[in-house]
């Protein structure tokens, strides 16, 4: 059984920094596409970041020049770095991966920025 599991949430001033992890476990052999996304109060999830197979990278324009998502496939582990934090990214940040033709979700990490 595929378990994602996201951590590295919290809280934060504007202008700080966070780094997110997701790291998947169970019958593993390789992970295709990761996402990540957020969803905020009385908000729709919305995409912020994706990256394939082979290390393309898609950014939400909102979050671009500010976060970089990564992974690691020795370690089946993928990252959303998020510099320059603004509140607006205030959000639970979900971890979405497809593997062997299947999407998973992790439980999802609470970030708050403070203003």
């Known amino acids: 059984q595929v378990q994602l599991v996201e951590s590295g949430g919290g809280l934060v001033q504007a202008g700080g920094s966070l780094r997110l992890s997701c790291a998947s476990s169970g019958s593993i052999f390789s992970i295709n596409a990761i996402r990540w996304y957020h969803k905020a109060p009385g908000k729709q999830r919305e995409l912020v970041a994706a990256?394939?197979?082979?290390?393309?990278?898609y950014y939400a324009i909102s979050v671009k020049g500010r976060f970089t998502i990564s992974r690691d496939n020795a370690k089946k582990t993928a990252y959303l770095q998020m510099n320059r934090l603004k509140p607006e990214d205030t959000a639970v940040y979900y971890c979405?991966?497809?593997?062997?033709?299947?999407?998973?979700w992790g439980q999802g990490t609470q970030v708050t920025v403070s203003s």
């Open positions: 979405n991966a497809e593997i062997r033709g299947t999407w998973y």
């Open positions: 990256i394939s197979s082979d290390g393309g990278t």
